[in-house]
Structure formats: C-alpha cells, structure tokens
C-alpha cells in the first residue's frame, strides 16, 4: 500500500459548510477543471471521469462522519484501489482545517511510474481545493 498525505490547510469557511460541500460527489464537477476532465458524471454518492493518459476513475463515498471525516474508495473501473480520507476539522477562530491521505495499491510499475509525483499531487490537491472552497463557499 502507497500512502501519500498532505499539509493541513486553513479554509476560512465553517467546518459544517465545508462538509457538507465536499461530502456530496455532485458538487464535483464545479471543482474539476472541464479540460482537465472528459465524460463527468456525478450523483450524492458516486463520481467517474475519464483523464487523458490514466483512463476513467471512478469513486463512491464509503463513510460519512459528520464535520471530521469523508471517506471515497475507488469504483471498479478505476486503473487502480484507492481510498482517500478527507479530513476536517475546526480551528479555533472557526476556520476549518482540511487534509487528504490516498492509500493506493499499485502494481510495481504504476508505483515506479507515479509514487513520487503522490505525496506532490495529493497536496496540490488539497491546496487547489482549499483555495476553491474559500473563494466559492458563502
């Protein structure tokens, strides 16, 4: 198993809105950057795609834990398993504080290939989603 986790960042936006914003699939597709994406389909619970170079991916929500915790596994016809934990959590002054942790299983030259870049992608990851959550969030 590959764990790639990363920073903790600040949304300035209450942890009940953040949560309830990521932990429906469908808000997704505001996320994603069209030409980054092709075939987006989305429902409260599931989400596929297909990303030029990967294939398609597809995801589910397997555990909500209100205000702490979003955890997705990955859908069958995704290149590879996975899980990502969304983690957040309140800051003193309300701001909610986000994280991502990705647990994939990849075949030795998937991980040759893109275990380096994982522990990168995951942050910008998060980071791309924490700017968009302060930005977008009322």
Request: proline fraction near 2%; charge should be negative.
């Given at each position: 198993?590959?764990t790639a986790q990363s920073s903790v960042y600040i949304?300035?936006?209450?942890?009940?809105?953040?949560?309830?914003?990521?932990?429906?699939?469908?808000?997704?597709?505001?996320?994603?950057?069209?030409?980054?994406?092709?075939?987006?389909?989305?429902?409260?619970?599931?989400?596929?795609?297909?990303?030029?170079?990967?294939?398609?991916?597809?995801?589910?929500?397997?555990?909500?834990?209100?205000?702490?915790?979003?955890?997705?596994?990955?859908?069958?016809?995704?290149p590879f398993k996975f899980e990502l934990n969304i983690r957040?959590?309140?800051?003193?002054?309300?701001?909610?504080?986000?994280?991502?942790?990705?647990?994939?299983?990849?075949?030795?030259?998937?991980?040759?290939?893109?275990?380096?870049?994982?522990?990168?992608?995951?942050?910008?990851?998060?980071?791309?989603?924490?700017?968009?959550?302060?930005?977008?969030?009322?």
């Open positions: 198993m590959t949304v300035n936006k209450e942890n009940k809105k953040v949560f309830d914003f990521l932990s429906d699939l469908s808000n997704l597709e505001s996320i994603i950057p069209e030409n980054r994406v092709k075939g987006f389909y989305s429902d409260h619970n599931c989400c596929s795609f297909r990303v030029d170079g990967i294939g398609e991916v597809s995801f589910r929500i397997v555990q909500r834990v209100p205000y702490e915790i979003i955890r997705l596994e990955s859908g069958e016809k995704s957040i959590g309140k800051t003193q002054n309300l701001a909610t504080q986000i994280e991502l942790t990705l647990n994939a299983e990849l075949n030795p030259s998937m991980k040759m290939m893109i275990g380096s870049y994982l522990n990168k992608g995951v942050d910008k990851a998060a980071e791309e989603l924490s700017k968009f959550l302060e930005d977008n969030l009322e």
